[in-house]
């Protein structure tokens, strides 16, 4: 079954770091478009990255210079990197595979992992 | 950056209602616009892509059109399962961005 499944988050203090990661089943991350979305308590979807199939990437400026996209293809796992956290970054976050030939539409979804910064 | 707008934000409807949720584009966006469905707890669901190409295995009570800026989601017969919120999204161009989102409740 093609699953995506979350895990990192967890409660974290103002200016701190955390890795999220996105385990693959049955399709690979390699040479896909991968994505990131959170959703802030009360409030609704936010995209936050995408890395291609090239390797690039790009952010939501919410977060560029602070949040890396990255994928290890060893173990199929996409992966994000948040640092220097604020509290409105807490936040479920999702990672998505994107469909090029939906138009680049998110196809597949992860339950999500739940950040919380705070003191 | 584009911004999407949808109205209304929430409504409440009855099961066997017909329900149509607007969807705005601040610029066009050609067909790289898509609907999602969330239920608290679950993973965002896609629904529709490409304006109004429907997903394999998502029910054909859920149809959708529109071009340029202005697109709609149409729901001909709600059903118990169908009370969630409705996202539009854009991917023609980054930032990639949702629509507020429509709450869909029981009347």
């Known amino acids: 079954e093609v699953q995506l499944v979350e895990s990192g988050g967890g409660l974290i203090q103002p200016g701190g770091s955390l890795r999220l990661s996105c385990a693959a089943s049955?399709?690979?991350?390699?040479?896909?478009?991968m994505s990131w979305v959170r959703q802030a308590p009360g409030k609704g979807l936010e995209w936050v990255a995408v890395?291609?199939?090239?390797?690039?990437?790009d952010y939501a400026d919410s977060v560029k210079g602070r949040f890396t996209i990255s994928r290890d293809n060893s173990k199929n796992t996409l992966y994000l990197q948040l640092n220097s956290l604020r509290v409105e970054d807490s936040a479920v976050y999702y990672c998505?595979?994107?469909?090029?030939?939906?138009?680049?539409?998110?196809?597949?979804w992860g339950q999500g992992t739940t950040v919380t910064v705070s003191s | 950056d584009i911004q999407l707008t949808q109205s209304p934000s929430s409504l409440s409807a009855s099961v066997g209602d017909r329900v149509t949720i607007t969807c705005r584009a601040s610029?066009?966006?050609?067909?790289?616009l898509h609907w999602y469905q969330h239920k608290p707890g679950k993973a965002p669901r896609l629904l529709i892509y490409?304006?109004?190409s429907l997903r394999s295995g998502v029910p054909t009570r859920f149809s959708a059109s529109g071009s340029g800026t202005d697109l709609t989601l149409t729901i001909s017969s709600l059903q118990p399962e169908d009370f969630a919120t409705y996202y539009c999204?854009?991917?023609?161009?980054?930032?990639?961005?949702f629509g507020q989102g429509t709450k869909v409740e029981i009347k």
């Open positions: 998505a595979r994107v469909e090029p030939k939906t138009w680049y539409g998110m196809d597949v």
């Open positions: 049955d399709f690979t991350v390699t040479g896909t478009y």
């Open positions: 890395i291609y199939n090239n390797d690039a990437t």
């Open positions: 610029r066009s966006i050609a067909d790289y």
């Open positions: 490409a304006v109004s």
């Open positions: 999204q854009q991917t023609y161009s980054v930032p990639w961005t």
